[in-house]
Structures are given as structure tokens and as C-alpha cells.
């Protein structure tokens, strides 16, 4: 069963796939201006919270005295994956480009959902009344 977190996660990194596979099937004019709507709302969804989950993920998962350097490594990930993107559509051929883009967006959320664990516990349910929201019985 998949929970909170997870979903979460696997919600906005899958946003991420629909522009491109949006280019893959047709590169038409009409398909540029689709791709350009779907990539705001794509960015507006996932753009800034990827890289805020996956620091909170980090913090739930990995022990205090490791966090500073996980952290160092998720940076240098991020950095290095707009490198390796720009090297790769400079001597990808253009038709390959946005295939390759979309296996590699497919690829991360199939990982997340496979090999990274829930970290929210649920709470155990307890049935609590406020006292000031008590019934009071007269008489």
C-alpha cells in the first residue's frame, strides 16, 4: 500500500513526464503550444516541491551525523543532471531527444515506488473527548 509521502512523491515527478511524451508523439506547432501549457502546470505542481521532499525525505531516513553530506549529494545530483541533460540533447539526434527524456522520467518514479520505503508511522487512534467539548448531562 502506498502512503502519503510516497504518493506525494510519485505525484510530482509523474507531471514531469506528460510535456515530453506530449513532444515524442508530434512536434507540430499545435503540439509546441500543448507542451508549453502542460509544462507550466507541470512546473507549477513539481518544480520546487522535488527538491523540498526529497531533503525532507532525506531527513526522515538518514541519521543526523550523515544528513549535511546527503544532502551535499543531492545538490550535486540535481547540478549534475542539468549537465548531463544538456550533453546528451547536444549529441542525441533530434529525434531520439525527447524518447530518451521520457524513459528517464518514467524510470524515476518505477524506482521511487520500488525501492524508496514510507517513512510516515501512522499514529495510533485513540478516542479522546475535550473537556470543554464533553456533553454535560443535567439533572
Not at 507541470?42 to 516541491?49: E, L, M, V
Not at 549529494?73 to 542525441?92: D, E, K, P, Y
Request: aromatic share 16%; glycine share 4%.
Amino acid at each position: 500500500m502506498i502512503m502519503v509521502a510516497n504518493l506525494f512523491l510519485l505525484l510530482t515527478m509523474s507531471t514531469a513526464i506528460f510535456p515530453f511524451a506530449l513532444l515524442a508523439w508530434n512536434q507540430s506547432e499545435e503540439f509546441v503550444y500543448a507542451y508549453y501549457v502542460l509544462r507550466t502546470i507541470s512546473y507549477i505542481i513539481s518544480k520546487g516541491s522535488i527538491f523540498c521532499i526529497s531533503v525532507a525525505y532525506v531527513a526522515d531516513v538518514v541519521n543526523e551525523n550523515k544528513r549535511a553530506a546527503v544532502f551535499g549529494w543531492i545538490t550535486g545530483l540535481f547540478s549534475a543532471s542539468h549537465v548531463v541533460g544538456n550533453v546528451l540533447a547536444r549529441f542525441l539526434p533530434q529525434n531520439y531527444i525527447f524518447v530518451v527524456s521520457i524513459a528517464l522520467l518514467i524510470f524515476c518514479p518505477v524506482y521511487m515506488q520500488f525501492f524508496l520505503v514510507e517513512t510516515v508511522k501512522l499514529a495510533p487512534r485513540k478516542n479522546q473527548e475535550l473537556g470543554f467539548c464533553s456533553k454535560v448531562s443535567c439533572c
